[in-house]
């Protein structure tokens, strides 16, 4: 498929998705909606993917919402943001189940549903100039792009409904020290960095890197003994690949493991 809003390239085991309206700081419309939806679906699709980098090109990561084109709706604003969401959700679920690891590269500012997609990765690098915000209170909208869900798991109710209702900006390493970024690295080195790392994720053993994530997401939401029931179901389903075998084996034997990703 090709994108008109989005560059998707496979390589290697890396996926490298990037939002490409740079001219609207890739602000989220229908149509990257829309096209975000597919291209998480192909990567769904595509057991070749065992890492992925999402970013954004130019100067910023993700305004968030196109709020002009809001705008130009008038009193079909309602019905607008609900086509768009009906998009939006769907791509952001299938990113955030695959067995990939999901790693945002963060330069200039992540706001609003582009916010969103930053809460919903794995791993966050940012560049130390780097700038988030809800945003959305500010123009009267409520949250979207599932950031109503990950903020408060992430920081905690208290910070988040700060975020939410009073749009506070956090700088790099604010996000960082709330847990909403991973690492800070210097502005110019924001892309290298994320390449290197999604290249070493690409070469673990991705179902096991699946495995963990959803464990560690269903844990908010269970008792202690459900999780571990699911803890023992999942340790056992990993322990039939062909990269938990290979893992242990290469432990016993004290050389570097060579996972496949399967």
């Given amino acids: 498929m090709t994108f008109q809003t989005l560059r998707l390239d496979v390589a290697d085991g890396v996926a490298r998705l990037e939002l490409n309206r740079p001219d609207a700081a890739n602000a989220i419309n229908l149509e990257v909606a829309t096209e975000l939806r597919a291209a998480a679906a192909q990567l769904a699709d595509n057991a070749s993917v065992r890492a992925v980098l999402l970013t954004g090109a130019g100067a910023r990561f993700c305004g968030g919402g196109d709020v002009p084109g809001f705008a130009d709706a008038g009193h079909k604003l309602g019905a607008q943001l609900d086509e768009i969401t009906e998009q939006l959700h769907p791509a952001v679920e299938t990113l955030v189940g695959l067995d990939a690891p999901l790693v945002a590269a963060v330069q200039g500012s992540a706001a609003g549903a582009g916010?969103?997609?930053?809460?919903?990765?794995?791993?966050?690098?940012?560049?130390?100039?780097?700038?988030?915000?809800?945003?959305?209170?500010?123009?009267?909208?409520?949250?979207?792009?599932?950031?109503?869900?990950?903020?408060?798991?992430?920081?905690?109710?208290?910070?988040?409904?700060?975020?939410?209702?009073?749009?506070?900006?956090?700088?790099?390493l604010e996000a960082r020290e709330w847990g909403i970024v991973t690492t800070v690295v210097d502005d110019a080195e924001v892309l290298s960095s994320a390449n290197e790392l999604v290249t070493k994720l690409a070469a673990g053993p991705t179902r096991a890197y699946g495995r963990a994530a959803r464990l560690l997401a269903a844990s908010w939401d269970r008792t202690l003994h459900d999780q571990l029931a699911d803890e023992s179901a999942q340790l056992t389903a990993s322990g039939e690949t062909a990269d938990g075998q290979e893992g242990v084996r290469a432990f016993s034997e004290k050389r570097p493991p060579a996972f496949e990703g399967r």
Wanted: net charge positive; charged share 15%; hydrophobic share 50%.
């Fill in 115 to 172: 916010l969103g997609l930053v809460l919903a990765a794995d791993i966050v690098l940012a560049g130390e100039s780097a700038k988030f915000v809800m945003a959305y209170t500010g123009i009267g909208l409520s949250p979207d792009g599932g950031s109503s869900y990950f903020l408060p798991r992430i920081v905690g109710h208290r910070r988040a409904v700060e975020l939410a209702l009073t749009n506070r900006v956090l700088s790099a």
